[in-house]
């Protein structure tokens, strides 16, 4: 199996790339703590080579887009653990539990026989993968705009929103390296393992928290919220528990989050009056990459644009926590306004936000 993905290449199709987004997803998952998703992933790998799976593995074989950018082995790996969650298929278990005798490429290849009616819809749309532990880094990049003197009360939109946990994070209590942010008796606690100097120290608010997605996810409606639990990898067991809590906030105060594309939510909001003393912030978290070229080149444009308009007391920003496959890490990027505007990488994580490296 290939494990030098310094030329990975998100734009590629076909045979290969197929082949090779699995081979990057065995590594991505080894890589950030995930040993029994890279399992599952490996025998997916080993029955697309062969000749099993079905229409479900047919339709993975004739994939027409980008099978790294459409994140093409988490959708059939959610729709996996989805069947195991719900006890559809009890022959999952020994491999959700790691049993090391377990015959992972047998039992997946079975699942995928059986399940087809139920598993094809997964491939349908890219994963929702909705994580409270990101929040992290976006507060993370907030702090640091506050100290390179930006107002620091926040108006924030987030686009690729999903159910919109990241959009409660002023309900969740967070220990950045040291640094306390949020509500101590908070039911969610967030404290990834902090690598470096802290984030610099300092109150930041919140003027208004909005966001979008092309299919907002209702995490108050139990089947969305399986959804959900399913693209969680099963050795997060953290995350699992943060789901929870995040549903229960839900229940008590639903998030605002459009059914809009990036593009058009950006282009809107960015066209708002903005209040005397705040930093609007556009944040998303590994959502760039399943975003349409032309959408990318619009929300630029118009940051850009909002940026030559910014003041010191209307100042704008931009954080982004996205993935580099080639490094299998996530990069926390920030740009702001007034200023150049230039992207400056504040930390390395991560998938799922448990160890924060602050550069």
Known sequence: MADDFRNVNYTASGAQAIADSFANQVAYCRANGAPITGRICAALLDILRGEEGGAVMERIRFWPGSPLADALPLRIAGGLHALHLSGREPALAPVYSGEAEADVEGIIADALHRHEGELLPWLDGPPQTNEAGRSASFVAGMLWLAGQGLPPRFECLEIGSSAGINLMLPSYHYDLGGVEVGPKLAAMQIAPRWIGNPPPAGDIAFAALRGCDVAPVD???????????????????????????????????KPDVAAMNAADFVEAELGRPQEQGTTRVLMHSIVWQYVPADQQARVAAAMEAAGRRATPQRALAWIALEANRAELKHELVVRFWPGTGEPRMLARGHAHGAEIEWL
Request: hydrophobic residues 50%; aromatic residues 8%.
């Open 219 to 253: 995490l108050t409606d139990p089947a969305e919220a399986l959804r959900l639990r399913a693209y969680i990898w099963p050795e997060a067991t953290e995350r699992f528990a943060r789901m929870d809590a995040a549903i229960e906030a839900a229940r008590a105060h």
